[in-house]
């Protein structure tokens, strides 16, 4: 895979990545501080994959480490040094800074500009699994993301060995050119999957204009004459969603696939905490525990209620918890992340000392259904929103069209308004799903509670990203507006935010 030519990259991002700018707003770059600060560079790396050299990005600090592990309590004080030979700009992904501090290009910074720095300092009061990753142009495809743990000081001293995980899908293929293919093609048909219709009731009062429910079916739209990003729609689409409109050479765990798995070693009987990663630029998984069951302790860095089970869903740019009491022979356990809707895996072996780590495949016995919402109506979140009646509400409509266009309440990323948004306001902010994929949706600089799917109310998860099924899903979250500034709100899914799925949201006090 090669890495883009500066020139060639700011076309590219200029084309694809439409931001509303706001000038006065940005804060421009800085001379870096030495004092106190971790240095974190953006650079250049070679890694192997399927005994191929591939170019990409990293994230490490000056002693090779990839990302950041700091304790709740601390100020986030990091240097960042731009190294990769075109700009960029980093996301503190599930961090709640000052919004100047976001690290989005065109909304909260400039793009730091080839061997230049920027300095971030803020608090961070929140222990959880978080990471960081480019959030300029097509960046992310080429790995520029790592973990960013934050630790609890009060966990300590328990017994419990963590391990971190950060999942990606590979592609060899310069990302710009997977764009292309999609804005002159739409999807790869050969990814359809039959989708679960969503559940019925509580779609009453947002049907779009000219648009109603029947049956799952969407009337009073002319399908027949309707492109949908490439796909002639020929009737009716309730019951068909895509799953890959990417197809990938290879799935990573730390950078590695299951022909040289990273091995932990562990002890047998002993109490293991894995923290991970969805970083993956479009690809839904599972995580697969084969022989063991964990327990599901947080999503997003935040606890909820625990869940047994020995597969979770795992949508991009989520994060898992998960708890693990290993068995007490000694022994060697491995842990997958599958793609959803087929066999492709990738992972990490958890190994005691001395025992045997056998050949693993990267594909699965069997084929992985699509990642839906069956966990997120299972969880419930450990501390939930206090009490409290919407003061605003909005029904955001996912929209999809012709030449692999995504927008949001029907607009494009450059064309759309920002959402409004008051100190103080319980915000209840519905995702309607028109299209055929699910999209991962993601508020930054805020928590929220998922408080609905489908019109059916619970208490669920606190999150930063949540998963709205393709099809007429629907999910409905709950934030309180507690961080005044302009922020990002799109979909995690990185061709998809390139094609416009990507708005903000603005206070306006």
Not at 85 to 108: F, K, M, N, R
Not at 465 to 489: K, S
């Amino acid at each position: 895979m090669k890495t883009l030519s500066r020139r060639r990259f700011l076309t590219a991002s200029a084309a694809t990545l439409s931001v509303a700018a706001v000038p006065s707003l940005l804060l421009p770059a800085r001379p870096a501080r030495a004092d106190g600060h971790k240095v974190i560079a953006a650079g250049k790396r070679v890694i192997e994959v399927k005994g191929k050299a591939a170019n990409v990005f990293g994230l490490t600090q000056a002693d090779g480490s990839s990302g950041l592990v700091m304790n709740a309590g601390e100020n986030f004080r990091v240097t960042l040094k731009n190294l990769i030979g075109e700009p960029t700009v980093i996301h503190w992904h599930g961090l709640t800074p000052p919004w100047q501090q976001d690290g989005v290009a065109g909304i909260s910074q400039e793009p730091i500009p080839d061997g230049g720095s920027h300095d971030y300092d803020f608090p961070v009061a929140r222990a959880g699994t978080f990471w960081m990753h480019s959030h300029f142009g097509l960046q992310e495809q080429l790995m520029l993301a790592a973990p960013l743990i934050v630790r609890d000081p009060a966990e300590a001293g328990q017994d419990m060995q963590e391990v971190v995980v950060l999942f990606h899908d590979f592609t060899f293929r310069d990302p710009r050119e997977i764009l292309a293919e999609l804005q002159a093609g739409g999807h790869d048909m050969g990814a359809m999957a039959p989708a679960p219709a969503p559940a019925t009731g509580g779609h009453e009062g947002h049907n779009m204009p000219g648009m109603a429910m029947d049956g799952g079916q969407m009337s009073g739209m002319d399908h027949g004459s309707m492109n949908m990003g490439g796909m002639q729609m020929g009737g009716q689409m309730d019951g068909m969603s895509h799953l890959q409109d990417v197809q990938y050479d290879a799935l990573l765990a730390n950078d590695r696939t299951l022909d040289d798995p990273e091995v932990f070693p562990v002890e047998p009987g002993g109490r293991v905490q894995l923290r991970l990663i969805n970083g993956a630029a479009s690809t839904n998984m599972w995580l697969d525990l084969g022989k063991l069951t964990g327990r599901l302790i947080a999503v997003d860095g935040m606890p909820v209620e625990p869940v047994e089970g020995s597969r979770f869903e795992f949508a991009v740019a989520q994060r898992l918890d998960i708890v693990l009491e290993l068995p007490k022979e000694a022994s060697a356990w491995p842990v997958f992340a599958v793609q959803e809707g087929g066999r492709m895996r990738t992972g990490v072996v958890l190994a005691a000392k001395g025992a045997s780590v056998g050949k693993l495949t990267d594909m699965a016995d069997e084929d992985f259904p699509a990642v839906g919402i069956e966990l997120e109506q299972r969880l419930r979140a450990a501390k939930p929103l206090a009490e409290k009646a919407a003061t605003r509400q909005h029904t955001m409509m996912l929209g999809e069209g012709p030449n692999y266009v995504w927008t949001l309440d029907g607009a494009m990323h450059g064309q759309d308004k920002p959402l409004a948004v008051k100190s103080g306001d319980r915000f209840e902010l519905t995702f309607m799903n028109h299209t055929t994929m699910s999209h991962p949706m993601h508020l930054h600089g805020h928590l929220f509670q998922v408080v609905a799917v489908n019109g059916k109310r619970f208490a669920g998860a606190m999150r930063d990203t949540v998963l709205v099924p393709a099809n007429m899903g629907m999910v409905t979250i709950a934030f309180d507006a507690d961080n005044a500034g302009t922020w990002a709100l799109h979909c995690h899914h990185l061709y998809h935010m390139a094609g416009g799925m990507m708005t903000s949201m603005a206070y306006d006090d």
